[in-house]
């Protein structure tokens, strides 16, 4: 057990080390077109949307062959990457900061060769890879809350006590779910209730992409995949959307079932003489989680 746990504790310094060196690497680039970045953070918050467009292409004239390392490997490369944009942010400033409603998110966008692919091409060969697909929305769910983080009183007594507990699913990207009960009691033996308005939570939605009609081969029956959109994202795709998305896939320790977790997105909204297949087309960026 002893040596286990000495080889346990360098593997994990190393991997703070490397998240580290990420964050310090994304605050560079960052900083190095801080009038752009500052404009265009500032105009997407100004606007009420928290998912800040990065181009592929200038991680690429940044450092050579990032491009696809990221394609190949996104959850190691994003959650530094978001954790370096906001502290950007609280950089340039600190009272937006405090005033945001979401986290701030980045969303790929740009060539993705190979990777972009249909609902056919989603094979296990796309499995911790970013791909872009192309499809239709065919079915919508109902946008639902999402407990985040639960926060418990001492039942029947004000005396101002509080203790909380975050809740994740398999959606998160992390090694390992928070799995587990309520709290029933606090470590002095109390009996504990939760705080229905006091909790946090976020919506989520879950929807279904067809094969478009142009892309599917002949003499085959369309192809699905379903996937969760959360937060900002819910209620922004309705039926017979047709979109470009992106999404990352992992698989689960113990099942071989996977999940689309849609991560950004971007709009348009054509002249309304269009025809209704071509009246919105919103670009949406999934993260496919393990559960």
């Not at 989520?204 to 969760?228: D, H, M, W, Y």
Request: contains cysteine; charged residues 25%.
């Amino acid at each position: 057990m002893a040596s286990i746990d000495a080889t346990s504790a360098p593997e994990g310094r190393l991997a703070r080390e490397e998240y580290e060196e990420k964050v310090r690497f994304f605050s560079n680039f960052l900083n190095s077109n801080r009038d752009e970045w500052q404009n265009k953070i500032s105009q997407e918050v100004a606007n009420n949307r928290y998912r800040i467009p990065l181009e592929l292409s200038k991680l690429q004239d940044a450092q050579p062959g990032l491009a696809r390392r990221i394609l190949e490997q996104p959850v190691k490369y994003l959650e530094p990457w978001e954790e370096a944009l906001l502290n950007f942010m609280e950089d340039i400033d600190v009272s937006t900061v405090k005033t945001l409603k979401q986290p701030l998110r980045l969303s790929l966008t740009g060539a993705f060769g190979r990777n972009h692919i249909t609902p056919r091409g989603l094979t296990s060969n796309c499995l911790g890879r970013l791909v872009c697909i192309e499809g239709v929305v065919t079915k919508c769910g109902i946008s639902t809350p999402k407990l985040l983080q639960s926060i418990h009183v001492r039942k029947g007594v004000d005396d101002g006590h509080v203790e909380s507990k975050d809740h994740r699913d398999a959606t998160a990207f992390v090694n390992q779910p928070m799995a587990g009960a309520m709290p029933k009691a606090d470590a002095e033996g109390n009996e504990l209730e939760i705080e229905i308005g006091l909790s946090v939570y976020k919506d989520s939605q879950k929807f279904t992409v067809q094969e478009a009609p142009e892309s599917l081969p002949r003499g085959q029956i369309p192809r699905n995949v379903e996937v969760i959109c959360e937060g900002d994202l819910a209620d922004k795709a309705s039926p017979v959307t047709e979109f470009r998305s992106q999404e990352c896939t992992s698989p689960s320790q113990h099942h071989f079932r996977t999940q689309q977790m849609v991560s950004g997105h971007q709009s348009s909204l054509p002249q309304a003489s269009r025809p209704l297949r071509n009246c919105w087309k919103p670009h949406l960026y999934w993260m496919m989680s393990k559960i």
